[in-house]
């Protein structure tokens, strides 16, 4: 089953995090084979935890990826119960003394940023078909941010992409990746 979701995935950064460049870094990593997506179907959250910083130390020892896409199959499908795993997330990377050497991003079908109307479209730039925390090394963050001259400029401009794109053309490509993604769950069962 997680073959067919992580095909899914690579869809998604391909044709939406990608194509329309809400990430200026994630092209070069993508080419360059530097992503590593990993679906975990735990519901349990210690088992979850354990499965993320085996993740991260792995991360941390790989010579050939930079950042891990860790999608949760079957968990947190609610926001709010999501927010709390990464919290936890969060505070487990702070526990391993991972702070300055990995960050997380967050990603989610329903993601809301904080004070923005529920209806924006700027939603979307962080909408995922699975809810998935994104490891990234800082180091090669911080590496890329140096090389982009734009990079302050990012939230702005996916702000105005997304205004451009409108949110029922948002809505319709995350509901084609999720309806895929269900599809694959149903084929496996």
């Not at 896409?69 to 609610?78: E, H, Q, V």
């Not at 709390?84 to 990603?107: I, M, P």
């Amino acid at each position: 089953m997680s073959d067919q979701r992580i095909s899914i995935i690579h869809e998604w950064v391909d044709e939406w995090i990608i194509k329309e460049n809400f990430c200026p870094f994630a092209q070069p990593a993508r080419h360059q084979e530097k992503i590593d997506i990993v679906i975990n179907d735990d519901t349990s959250w210690s088992r979850i935890y354990e499965a993320l910083r085996k993740e991260c130390q792995s991360l941390l020892t790989s010579k050939t990826k930079t950042t891990t896409l860790f999608a949760l199959g079957r968990a947190c499908t609610d926001f709010f119960d999501y927010l709390s795993l990464l919290d936890g997330a969060q505070a487990l990377l702070e526990q391993e003394g991972w702070l300055g050497t990995f960050q997380l991003a967050s990603f989610h079908p329903d993601y809301v940023f904080e004070g923005e109307n529920e209806d924006s479209p700027t939603h979307y730039t962080n909408r995922s078909p699975l809810p998935v925390l994104h490891i990234l090394k800082e180091d090669e963050v911080a590496r890329v941010i140096k090389s982009q001259s734009q990079a302050d400029d990012i939230v702005i401009r996916n702000q105005h992409r997304l205004e451009e794109i409108g949110i029922s053309k948002a809505e319709e490509q995350l509901k084609h990746w999720q309806t895929a993604i269900q599809n694959a769950k149903q084929i496996e069962c």
